[in-house]
């Protein structure tokens, strides 16, 4: 069974501070991706990432990096988090590269910042 | 701007009774619909798909409706259980053009079953 892990589950933040979403999957995907998602604004792709060591920007990707070390694994980097990048975070990952593809989601990360 | 559109925002039906979700976009490369379903506090999962080449696909309760010229489509949820209280996405993408490596979602239906 496809399996999407993220870490933490939650995290509070401070202004400013650097902040660190995981995730690992195991479903030997090669796209993986960061969504966030904020009431009244549905899903927003982030970044995304078709191989390890390369990522490439989404449709809002300002204030966020993104790190791709291997085929497993996919960081979403705030260096300096704001107010404003409240929200819950979804990693997913798919097979292929072609849209048609199902995207397999984590359970989120909820990060709050102060 | 917005590319996908949902209607409404929340809905909520008796159980037993047909929920029925709406969908609208704008970009006429779009030929892949899938809807995502998801529960508090979980990730959305894969619920039902449709591409552009069929005009309906049933999957037990769910089935989608699409209007290609109207660049429409709906899902209708027959036989509405307690256990379908989610929010339902919405999403768009060139599918197998290979045009492109996302999906665009829409903002989501709250969708409530009352007992």
């Known amino acids: 069974e496809a399996a999407v892990t993220q870490s933490p589950r939650s995290k509070v933040a401070v202004t400013g501070g650097k902040v660190t979403l995981s995730c690992h999957q195991t479903?030997?995907?090669?796209?993986m991706y960061w969504y966030r998602q904020d009431t009244g604004h549905g899903l927003r792709l982030i970044h995304y990432?078709?191989?390890?060591?390369?990522?490439e920007k989404g449709d809002i990707p300002d204030g966020y990096k993104a790190s791709r070390p291997s085929q497993e694994n996919f960081s979403l980097i705030l260096e300096l988090a704001s107010l404003s990048q409240t929200a819950v975070y979804f990693c997913?990952?798919?097979?292929?590269?072609?849209?048609?593809?199902?995207?397999?989601f984590g359970s989120g990360t909820r990060l709050t910042v102060l | 701007q917005q590319q996908v559109r949902q209607s409404p925002q929340s809905l909520t039906v008796w159980e037993g009774e047909t929920a029925i979700l709406n969908c609208s976009y704008e970009?006429?490369?779009?030929?892949?619909f899938p809807w995502y379903q998801q529960f508090p506090g979980e990730g959305p999962a894969l619920l039902i798909s449709?591409?552009?080449?069929?005009d309906k696909k049933e999957d037990g309760r769910f089935t989608i409706f699409f209007n290609k010229r109207e660049k429409k489509l709906s899902l209708h949820i027959t036989d509405s259980q307690p256990g379908d209280s989610a929010t339902y996405f919405c999403?768009?993408?060139?599918?197998?053009?290979?045009?492109?490596?996302?999906?665009?979602f829409g903002k989501g239906t709250q969708l409530i079953i009352q007992p």
């Open positions: 997913a990952s798919s097979d292929g590269g072609l849209s048609a593809e199902t995207l397999y």
């Open positions: 479903n030997n995907h090669d796209y």
């Open positions: 990432s078709y191989v390890a060591d390369s990522t």
């Open positions: 970009d006429s490369t779009f030929n892949y």
């Open positions: 449709i591409s552009s080449v069929s």
């Open positions: 999403a768009a993408s060139e599918g197998d053009t290979g045009g492109a490596d996302r999906l665009t």
